[in-house]
C-alpha cells in the first residue's frame, strides 16, 4: 500500500528531501543513498524541489509489500524543437542501497554496484490538460522491483518484459516493456556503491516479439527514430494506436528481418514455464534420473549453477570473440552486464585468477533420451532460439519460473559446456544442456514451422525425433502451475 503526498512534507520514516546545499546537520539525518540520488534529481529538475512522490505506507524491510521506498514524480518540459513532448519523469529509490546500514541491502563496499547496482525511471507522455502525473506507474516499477527483488535478477540496458498487459490496465497496445538507459540521468557515486538509472520504455506485442527475435537495443533504436513511437527519450505515449512496423513499414524487412539475418539474436535465455524428464532411466530411480514429474522433493541447482544461469541469461547482449558459458564466480557481485567490457576470454576453464572449479560436488551424467516441455510462450521462442542463437554459434537458456531446474541449449561452437557432439544430452542436477549440430537444428526448424504461429494448433502439441531420442511437448500453463512441476 502506498500514498501519495509531496517529498518535501515528513513521512513517518524520512525527512523531506534536502538540495545540495541543505544545512550539514540536516542532510547527516538524511539516507546517505538516497541523498545521493536526489541529488541527481535536484541537478536536472532545480525548480521542482519538492516533487510529488508515492511512497511504500510500511516500507520493505519492515515487513512491507513493496520494495521501492518512493517513487519521484516530475514535470520534464521536453523540447518541441527536437520531437521530445512534454513529458512526466518518474524514478524510484530502493533498488540500490540507500541506508547503507544492511536493512535492505548488503553492503559490500563503494567500489561495485549499491544494492543491485540500479534504479527504474519512466518517461509518460502528458495529455493536454493534465495538471498532476498518474500514479500507476509507480505500481508498475514496483512490480518490476518486486520480481528483481524476489528472483534476484536485474536488468540490463536492452533487456525486454514480457507484460501481456495494457501498462495502465486501458485498452493500450502498450503491453509490454524495453529497458535503456536514460537519457538525462547520470550515474552516481553513492557512499554504498554506484548507481545507474535504467528508463522502461512501454512497446507493443509485435515490438516486443521483433526485440525477441532480434535484439532490444536494434528496436531501441528504431522506436527513436520515430518520433510518436518514442523519439530520442524514448518516451511512452499509452494512446499509440500504432506499431513502428505499421507506421513505417520498411522497417519490418530493411532492418528487423536483415538485421536477424545478419546477427542473429542478442536474446541469450527467458525465465519460462518448462520442464525436463529424462527418458534413459526408470522414474524411480530418484538418485540418477531427474524426471521433474516425481512427487518426491527435486534436488536444488547448486549457488554455483544459479550463477552461471544467471550470469548467461546477463551475457546476452555481450559481443564475445567466440561464444561461450560464462565461467561460475561466487565471488562476483551483483553488477550489470553492460557495465563490464566483453570479455575475450570467457569459458569455464577460464585462467582468470577468480575462475575456481566449476562444478560442486554433484557428477555431470550424460543422458540417453529426453523430453523437453513447454508452455505455449516458451514453446514459440523455441524457433528464436534455434536460428537466431544456434545457427548463429551460440547458447539460449530456458530458466523455469515454476521449478528450481533449467536448460540450455547449445551449439557446437560454445567452449565450456558439458554437453559434447559424442554425449549431446547432460544434466548437472537439474540443469540440463542440450548440444544440437547445424544439421539437427534446420530439421527441427522444418518440423516446428507451426510454432510460428501457435494461434493454429490445440494443445498439447508434441514433436519427437526417434532417431535422435529427443521428444518436445507443447503444454497448457495448468499442467506447470501444479505442485508436481
Known amino acids: 500500500m502506498a500514498e501519495l503526498r509531496p517529498s518535501g512534507a515528513p513521512g513517518p520514516t524520512a ?61 520534464n518540459v521536453g523540447s518541441p524543437s527536437a520531437n521530445i513532448p512534454e513529458h512526466w519523469h518518474y524514478i524510484s529509490f530502493g533498488l540500490s542501497d540507500l541506508y547503507g546500514d544492511n536493512r535492505v541491502h548488503e553492503f559490500t563496499g563503494t567500489d561495485g554496484p549499491s544494492g543491485f547496482g540500479f534504479e527504474l525511471t519512466f518517461r509518460l507522455k502528458r495529455e493536454t490538460g493534465e495538471s498532476a502525473p498518474p500514479t500507476w506507474p509507480a505500481e508498475l516499477m514496483q512490480g518490476l522491483a518486486r520480481y528483481v527483488f524476489q528472483s534476484e535478477n536485474t536488468f540490463c540496458s536492452g533487456d525486454h518484459v514480457s507484460w501481456h498487459s495494457p501498462l495502465d490496465n486501458s485498452e493500450s497496445r502498450i503491453q509490454h516493456m524495453l529497458l535503456t538507459e536514460d ?101 524411480e530411480d530418484d538418485e540418477d534420473s531427474r524426471s521433474i514429474c516425481i512427487g518426491t522433493q527435486p534436488r536444488r541447482l547448486s549457488g554455483k549453477d544459479t550463477e552461471q544461469i544467471r550470469e548467461t541469461l546477463r551475457r546476452g547482449l555481450e559481443i564475445n570473440s567466440k561464444p561461450v558459458l560464462p565461467p561460475i564466480n561466487p565471488q562476483r557481485q551483483n553488477g550489470l552486464a553492460h557495465d563490464r567490457a566483453p570479455s575475450r576470454k570467457d569459458s569455464l576453464e577460464s585462467d582468470s585468477s577468480t575462475a575456481i572449479i566449476p562444478h560442486e560436488l554433484i557428477r555431470t551424467r550424460q543422458l540417453e533420451s529426453v523430453h523437453l516441455k513447454f508452455n505455449q510462450e516458451s ?107
Not at 537519457?183 to 512497446?203: C, E, N, R, S, Y
Not at 528504431?222 to 513502428?244: N, S
Not at 513505417?248 to 545478419?262: A, C, N
Not at 542436477?429 to 490445440?458: A, C, H, N, R, Y
Request: hydrophobic content about 35%.
Open 15 to 75: 525527512p523531506p528531501a534536502p538540495g545540495p546545499t541543505a544545512p550539514p546537520a540536516f542532510a547527516s539525518l538524511f539516507p546517505p543513498g538516497l541523498h545521493a540520488i536526489y541529488g541527481e534529481c535536484r541537478r536536472l529538475y532545480p525548480d521542482q524541489p519538492n516533487p510529488l512522490q508515492v511512497t511504500a505506507i510500511v516500507k520493505y524491510w519492515l515487513g512491507g509489500p513493496d520494495p521501492l521506498d518512493y517513487v519521484s514524480m516530475y514535470r
Open 183 to 283: 537519457p538525462q540521468m547520470q550515474p552516481v557515486q553513492t557512499p554504498f556503491g554506484l548507481v545507474t538509472f535504467l528508463q522502461i520504455v512501454g512497446v507493443c506485442t509485435e515490438e516486443l516479439h521483433s526485440a525477441q527475435q532480434w535484439n532490444g537495443q536494434g528496436i531501441l533504436e528504431l522506436l527513436r527514430t520515430v518520433p510518436v513511437a518514442g523519439g530520442p527519450w524514448l518516451i511512452t505515449d499509452m494512446r499509440r494506436g500504432e506499431t513502428i512496423f505499421e507506421i513505417d513499414p520498411h522497417l519490418q524487412q530493411e532492418r528487423v528481418d536483415k538485421g536477424i539475418e545478419t546477427d542473429g539474436s542478442n536474446l541469450s535465455g527467458v525465465s519460462a514455464k518448462c520442464a525436463w524428464d529424462d527418458l534413459s532411466r526408470p522414474p
Open 379 to 485: 514453446g514459440a521462442l523455441i524457433p528464436l532460439c534455434l536460428r537466431g542463437r544456434l545457427l548463429h554459434g551460440r547458447h539460449f537458456t530456458y530458466k523455469s519460473i515454476t521449478g528450481d531446474m533449467a536448460i540450455t541449449f547449445v551449439s557446437t561452437g560454445v567452449e565450456g559446456a558439458f554437453a559434447t557432439e559424442e554425449h549431446p544430452y547432460a544434466a548437472h542436477g537439474p540443469w540440463l544442456q542440450i548440444l544440437l549440430t547445424e544439421e539437427f537444428v534446420e530439421k527441427m526448424l522444418e518440423d516446428l514451422e507451426d510454432l510460428t504461429s501457435p494461434e493454429e494448433f490445440k494443445l498439447p502439441k508434441e514433436y519427437s525425433w526417434p532417431e535422435k531420442k529427443l521428444k518436445v511437448s507443447i503444454l497448457p500453463d495448468v499442467v506447470f502451475d501444479s505442485p508436481l512441476h
